[in-house]
């Protein structure tokens, strides 16, 4: 069972920045959270995960409520291709498993 | 730095037959995941190995599943007796040993019965 809710799909513009939200509010102390996005017809794609503190990477950054029951993917200067679903996951730190929710298909208008 | 590698792409098929699907993670990763996803839906978690050991196969979908992991190296997951529902994409994942690594897929196999 998906413990992560995100919004079904989402739009915005070319080369303005993108916040995608998720609520967790089930989480526990030792669950990570996981970013994968999957453009169409390729597998997913690892993003970010973070514990407690905001993250930063070169694909993204995210911001994890200080209560951590909720998160917010930021992608700085969406492109195109940055049209893909994005799933939001939480992962236990002792479990092998991800277990995806249907995620948010971001679009991006030119 | 080569990802993981999914063979065939696609794989068409007759109800009834027998397939298989091979997956060649990245070598350093000794973790290595079955998943399936159907259209429109997050992938839903198959099996795991651990090296050669297969440590989870409680959520293959039928005992017309199986995977293997020889010598830790690659894997191959075989669906017997094809039915028209396991038509779907088939994702192969791998990972370093590790609490919170992330996963790594290649881009499946798409299975589609006629």
């Known amino acids: 069972d998906a413990k992560t809710t995100q919004p079904n799909s989402m739009e915005s513009n070319e080369e303005e920045p993108v916040h995608l939200p998720c609520n967790h509010s089930?989480?526990?102390?030792?669950?990570?959270i996981h970013w994968y996005r999957q453009l169409p017809s390729q597998g997913p794609e690892y993003v970010i995960h973070?514990?407690?503190?905001?993250v930063n990477n070169r694909m993204a950054s995210l911001a994890i409520a200080e209560d951590r029951k909720s998160s917010t993917l930021i992608l700085h200067r969406a492109t195109l291709r940055d049209a893909a679903v994005y799933y939001c996951?939480?992962?236990?730190?002792?479990?092998?498993?991800?277990?995806w929710g249907a995620g948010t298909k971001l679009i991006i208008k030119p | 730095d080569t990802g993981v590698s999914q063979n065939p792409r696609h794989k068409i098929t007759k109800r009834g037959q027998n397939v298989t699907f091979r997956c060649d993670p990245i070598?350093?990763?000794?973790?290595l995941y079955w998943y399936r996803q159907t259209l429109g839906q997050g992938p839903e978690f198959l099996t795991y190995?651990?090296?050669?050991?297969?440590?989870?196969k409680s959520r293959l979908l039928s005992d017309r599943f199986s995977a293997e992991r020889p010598k830790g190296s690659f894997s191959t997951l075989e669906i017997q007796r094809t039915e028209q529902g396991d038509s779907a994409m088939y994702l192969c994942?791998?990972?370093?040993?590790?609490?919170?690594?992330?996963?790594?897929f290649g881009d499946g196999t798409r299975l589609s019965i006629l």
């Open positions: 089930t989480i526990s102390g030792t669950d990570y």
């Open positions: 996951i939480l992962r236990d730190g002792s479990n092998y498993q991800l277990i």
């Open positions: 190995f651990q090296n050669e050991a297969q440590l989870e």
């Open positions: 994942a791998s990972s370093p040993w590790g609490a919170s690594q992330p996963q790594h």
């Open positions: 070598s350093e990763h000794n973790r």
């Open positions: 973070g514990l407690t503190s905001n």
